[in-house]
């Protein structure tokens, strides 16, 4: 497992640790040489760090299952059955479905990546506060991996990224505002013109 090791004390977070791991497999970031369990360990850390929620946590360690692995969602329905009673199962389910992203490129062929991204930011900006304080957690991390590379992409992520922190307002306050810190850091770092919507 890329030599794994986790990063939670509680015998909850290190069983939803572990099936992150196997979900994503050999997988690695995009931007930097790294598996990408170790993206998921550091957003779902930031998530602890700011909720004290393991519920939330576990779904942080899941929330690129749907989109980024094989795993269908009965599969991760019946893997977090394994972990957690049904109604913490519902609940972890739920904001993990949330996250996922519905106005994808296989979902929605024939529309440019502007349309798709406006039309997931807008359904983003209406899910829940849980899921919510997940995603910014999940943007500051991405943004964060622009110092070890794709810097060509970096102006595109990162004009996404701050127009989801300007409509996403309902998750966790203070989470947002480091999170828009981050953001707006990178864009300045870069020297990068966000052009106004």
């Keep these: 497992m890329n030599n794994y090791t986790p990063v939670f004390g509680s015998a909850f977070l290190q069983r939803a640790e572990l099936m992150a791991v196997e979900a994503h497999g050999s997988q690695q970031r995009q931007f930097e040489e790294a598996p990408y369990w170790r993206h998921l360990q550091r957003v779902a850390a930031t998530v602890l760090r700011y909720s004290a929620n393991e519920l939330l946590t576990a779904a942080a360690l899941f929330h690129d299952i749907l989109e980024d692995t094989s795993w269908d969602e009965q599969q991760l329905k019946e893997r977090i059955s394994a972990i957690a009673s049904p109604q913490h199962g519902l609940l972890i389910l739920g904001w993990v479905k949330e996250l996922t992203d519905e ?51 970096a102006p595109k992520y990162l004009s996404e990224a701050l127009y989801l922190l300007q409509v996403m307002t309902k998750g966790n306050t203070l989470l947002r505002e480091e999170a828009l810190q981050v953001v707006t850091r990178e864009i300045s770092r870069l020297n990068i013109t966000i052009p106004s919507r």
Excluded at 109 to 121: I, L, S
Excluded at 123 to 144: C, F, G, P, V, W
């Design 103 to 153: 106005f994808s490129k296989s979902n929605y062929p024939d529309w440019n990546r502007k349309r798709r991204k406006q039309a997931e930011a807008e359904r983003l900006s209406k899910t829940s506060s849980e899921a919510q304080t997940i995603k910014y957690a999940d943007i500051m991390d991405n943004s964060r991996s622009f110092h070890t590379g794709g810097q060509s992409f």
